[in-house]
């Protein structure tokens, strides 16, 4: 735990493997830019590992002021305790007032570790973060520049804003495409600085013997168009009615979690807060009851579609259009108009047809 | 020779049943409708303990922090094959968050001394993923979070392929170590019959003490806790008396626990008010399917 510094930078831990960055840290530059400016405090990004220099120029580009790299052996494969003692050095030494991390695997293992070790709060998987002011209940005394951590909880039901005033750094997690990514600046300058740490003699308690690395099969943030489906698309079978229509779209296929749950679907293809975030210029949601942590990774989108036979299904309260329906008969019918594509608006122009 | 296992263990409101019965007039959660469950990751962890035991010898210890009633929780752990059950309860840990929680779990789990702790990987009532490694980092010992499978575990070294969402990794470390356990890790085994039988009746001094004043409402506090006492002794004498312990008995520094050792405040909470929407709304028709497809069609949303 570190005092309460309001001259305290804003940290993003730059989570890279065998040499390669990861998405989220690149949109966390994003937001910590706009947190750092509203605290008119410097932007720096983390970044461990082995032979990584060339990667500071990029965070650089993406909005961090300075970048700290520790280039060292151990620091090749990722492990939480080598990680940890290096990073909390830092955070001791350098005193950072907010310290972002991404929602990742890696994230998840390393982030609670680094806050047991500093004895200071961490708030999981935030959908928001913003800078305000907070009185403590029973308390006259305002605290100021708080980072304020917003997340859906309780299973949806609420929307928790937590802070953490009293025992520095605040720390949050945010999931892969939560905040949206800038735009690289190749011309920006920022410091880069060699830190030491002190691992002579340091011996990593995990032996990594195998790893093994796919591909992400699926590309939702990049995706114009996304069918999702959810729990009540009701059996695995039916669910490739949602890969149909979406091959037909040209679009990828989403999923809720309750859909991975019951393994309709691959946890790639689970949007929302603990899944991925998209903005998809169409997303149509069949069967899937509107979950706040749902909604939390899809309301963004330009259009949202939503069939369900379930007329009060809280989806239809954010949703643009609707149909109440079973989308086992719904999604045959608009298969077949969008492959009519061209009769579609004759048809809709016509005088009733038959039904 | 074999290995003593504790595993942690969380109740928690079935989130993933949250019906229209379980919402109130107004729109929110009504959480008194939502029935507790053993969070099921931590199902995944019991389970790997009782393997590691029926393999290689040694113990299954569940423990859990709770209000009486996860003791709920331990009965099932009972049912399903844990040796030992321990609630932890104390009005002065209410309110604590992850980095309280696991400095309490700790320092209980220091008491017993265990080669091997697990945790499911997270609780569906947060979905945080913290207490697990929180765990790991306060006690020192080594975290291998999300395994998927035990590969190994001989002269106190232990193998473990770890699913990292990406991809997998195969790692191995000297015990002590702290497991956090994905679903896809096994398959729960049920409850016992006779186990059940043997354990339904297993309870913890607060639960026992709750029944008495429930049944001797007329009776003083004396009175009370005489009977409580009696009982509870009957239940240790057939070992059926869960263990409970508080912070006082775990020696808990209380600076670090509870909301004095929570650095994270609530700052507000606002409920999900479901509105009414003001989608425009198309039949299950071909007509109006149709008519829905065109215009997206004209308006280049599709196409």
Known sequence: ?355 | MGYDCVVCAKQVPDTKNITGQAMKDDGTVNRAALPAVFNPEDLHALETALDIRDRFGGTVTVITMGLPKACQVLRDALYRGADRAILITDRRAAGSDTLATSYILSTAIRKLAPDIVLCGRQAIDGDTAQTGPQIAEKLDFTLISYLEELQALEDQTIRVKRNVGNGWEVVEARLPVLLTVMNTANTPRPSGAKRIMRFKKAKAPAEVAGEVAAQMPQAGKPEQAAETKNRCDALAAKGLLIDQWDLSTIEADLAWCGLAGSPTKVHRIQAIVLAGGQYRQFQPTDESVGELVGELIRDHTIG
């Open chain 1, 1 to 355: 735990m570190i005092e309460v510094n309001r001259k305290g930078e804003v940290w993003v831990f730059a989570e890279q493997e065998a040499g390669k960055l990861s998405d989220v840290p690149l949109e966390l530059l994003g937001k910590g830019r706009e947190l750092a400016d509203t605290l008119n405090v410097p932007l720096a990004a983390v970044l461990l590992g082995k032979g990584i220099d060339d990667l500071a120029s990029r965070l650089v580009a993406y909005g961090a002021d300075k970048v700290y790299v520790v280039d060292h052996r151990s620091l090749d494969l990722y492990q939480a305790a080598t990680y940890r003692k290096v990073f909390c050095d830092l955070v001791t030494r350098h005193k950072p007032q907010v310290v972002l991390f991404g929602a990742t695997a890696m994230g998840r293992d390393f982030a609670p570790t680094v806050a047991s070790a500093l004895r200071c709060g961490l708030t999981a998987d935030c959908t928001d973060l913003q800078i305000g002011e907070h009185t403590a209940p029973g308390s006259t005394q305002v605290h100021q520049g708080l980072l304020l951590q917003i997340r859906p909880a309780f299973g949806g039901s609420i929307i928790a804003t937590i802070v953490n005033f009293d025992r520095w750094p605040q720390m949050a997690t945010v999931r892969e495409g939560v905040m949206v990514m800038p735009t690289p600046d190749a011309h920006r300058q920022g410091q880069v600085l060699r830190e030491r740490v002190g691992l002579d003699g340091y011996e990593p308690p995990l032996k990594i013997l195998e790893i093994h690395r796919r591909e992400k099969k699926v590309d939702l943030k990049g995706a114009r168009v996304i069918v999702a489906g959810g729990a009540g698309v009701g059996t695995k079978d039916n669910f490739k009615l949602i890969w149909e229509l979406a091959n037909c779209l040209g679009g990828a296929v989403g999923c809720s979690r309750a859909a991975v749950d019951l393994g309709f679907a691959d946890k790639d293809h689970q949007i929302g807060q603990t899944g991925t975030t998209v903005r998809p210029v169409l997303y149509i949601a069949a069967g899937i009851s509107g979950a706040v942590q749902h909604r939390a990774g899809m309301e963004e989108s330009a259009k949202i579609l939503a069939i369900n036979s379930d007329p009060n299904a809280p989806i239809f309260s954010f949703a643009h259009y609707g149909i109440v329906g079973d989308l086992k008969m719904v999604i045959p019918k608009m298969i077949k108009a969008i492959r009519t594509g061209a009769k579609v608006e004759s048809l809709a122009t016509a005088a009733p047809a038959r039904v």
